[in-house]
């Protein structure tokens, strides 16, 4: 068997097979494979096999970070298997292969077969959703002062508005995002991630109704001025894949961050994954300041010759 791209009439199977065998790294979404398809010059390949799901990332640029990801369901996938399936789907890597893949093999059978490597930039943060929507105790109060300088400047006055993404509002969210890039100066030489994620970006808003996507849109002023956008991942968990505020306006960000719990997550999913900081200082750093009830840690495993 060969693994083939990934194509927009396969979401029904890959939500099915997914839906039953939950990961827990973000990667995983359904959604998010079919935004970052065609990113960054990786190609998502699928094919299914004995009911067993596989999912390949093909660079074509970067051929050396193509990897597999760990098939699902990943009992099945013991390490001289999974070793034998990279080689022959011709994958020198089996990437994104979370912490809780070594309860069902041992480590040391693990490193029987690969090069067993973690991924600190692809470690997930996990919250719990009340924390978010809530933000309690002194380890919020910087969050919350935030957000009252935000209410007290625009929301009191009632210069903003939150409204669902919905057809009416794709086209002004994606003008927000063009502006949000040129802030950031997106496109520059230097800001390659930041290029790419914009990509993934609009793959999410061009595909919103198909990938069962919901968010919102803070619009200031009647302009869209922030946006956060939510997949599914499991029965427990929703993950917070888009999250994009004007800098310029204090307090935004913060505000935008608990409406999204609110709005998104409670009633819904009891953990929000923020993802990963994808080894940026800065993200990271602001991620950890939401206080993460946990850190779902993300390994490589590079195939040994035996």
Same mark, same amino acid.
């Given at each position: 068997?060969?693994?083939?791209?990934?194509?927009?009439?396969?979401?029904?199977?890959?939500?099915?097979?997914?839906?039953?065998?939950?990961?827990?790294?973000?990667?995983?979404?359904?959604?998010?494979?079919?935004?970052?398809?065609?990113?960054?010059?990786?190609?998502?390949?699928?094919?299914?096999?004995?009911?067993?799901?596989?999912?390949?990332?093909?660079?074509?640029?970067?051929?050396?970070?193509?990897?597999?990801?760990?098939?699902?369901?990943?009992?099945?996938?013991?390490?001289?298997?999974?070793?034998?399936?990279?080689?022959?789907?011709?994958?020198?890597?089996?990437?994104?292969?979370?912490?809780?893949?070594?309860?069902?093999?041992?480590?040391?059978?693990?490193?029987?077969?690969?090069?067993?490597?973690?991924?600190?930039?692809?470690?997930?943060?996990?919250?719990?959703?009340?924390d978010l929507a809530d933000l309690p105790g002194?380890?919020?109060?910087?969050?919350?002062?935030? =957000?009252?300088?935000?209410?007290?400047?625009? /929301?009191?006055?009632?210069?903003?508005?939150? *409204? %669902?993404?919905?057809?009416?509002? !794709?086209?002004?969210?994606?003008?927000?995002?063009?502006?949000?890039?040129?802030?950031?100066?997106?496109?520059?030489?230097?800001?390659?991630?930041?290029?790419?994620?914009?990509?993934?970006?609009?793959?999410?808003?061009?595909?919103?109704?198909?990938?069962?996507?919901?968010?919102?849109?803070?619009?200031?002023?009647?302009?869209?001025?922030?946006?956060?956008?939510?997949?599914?991942?499991?029965?427990?968990?929703?993950?917070?894949?888009?999250?994009?505020?004007f800098a310029s306006i204090t307090g935004l960000?913060?505000?935008?961050?608990?409406?999204?719990?609110?709005?998104?997550?409670?009633?819904?999913?009891?953990? =929000?994954?923020?993802?990963?900081?994808?080894? /940026?200082?800065?993200?990271?750093?602001?991620? *950890? %300041?939401?206080?993460?009830?946990? !850190?779902?840690?993300?390994?490589?495993?590079?195939?040994?010759?035996?």
């Amino acid at each position: 068997m060969k693994l083939r791209p990934i194509h927009v009439d396969d979401y029904p199977m890959l939500k099915s097979h997914l839906s039953k065998h939950q990961h827990p790294l973000s990667g995983y979404a359904v959604a998010l494979l079919y935004e970052w398809n065609d990113v960054g010059g990786y190609t998502i390949e699928i094919g299914v096999r004995d009911n067993i799901l596989f999912i390949g990332a093909r660079n074509r640029l970067k051929p050396e970070s193509s990897h597999l990801a760990l098939p699902l369901p990943a009992k099945t996938m013991s390490p001289s298997v999974l070793r034998q399936t990279a080689i022959d789907f011709e994958f020198g890597i089996v990437g994104y292969v979370p912490e809780t893949y070594f309860d069902l093999y041992s480590r040391e059978q693990v490193e029987h077969y690969f090069d067993v490597q973690a991924q600190p930039e692809s470690h997930d943060y996990i919250y719990l959703a009340s924390d978010l929507a809530d933000l309690p105790g002194n380890g919020f109060a910087k969050k919350r002062n935030l =957000i009252r300088q935000f209410e007290r400047e625009w /929301v009191e006055p009632g210069r903003t508005e939150i *409204r %669902s993404i919905d057809d009416q509002l !794709i086209g002004p969210c994606r003008e927000f995002l063009e502006a949000w890039c040129r802030d950031r100066e997106c496109d520059a030489p230097d800001k390659d991630l930041m290029a790419v994620e914009k990509q993934a970006t609009l793959h999410a808003l061009e595909k919103f109704e198909l990938l069962e996507l919901r968010g919102i849109a803070i619009l200031v002023d009647n302009a869209v001025s922030a946006m956060g956008i939510a997949a599914h991942l499991n029965q427990s968990t929703g993950v917070l894949n888009i999250q994009k505020a004007f800098a310029s306006i204090t307090g935004l960000y913060q505000y935008l961050d608990r409406e999204c719990a609110r709005r998104l997550f409670l009633g819904h999913y009891e953990f =929000i994954d923020k993802e990963s900081d994808m080894g /940026v200082p800065g993200l990271g750093k602001s991620k *950890r %300041s939401y206080h993460p009830l946990k !850190i779902v840690e993300s390994f490589k495993l590079i195939p040994r010759s035996l």
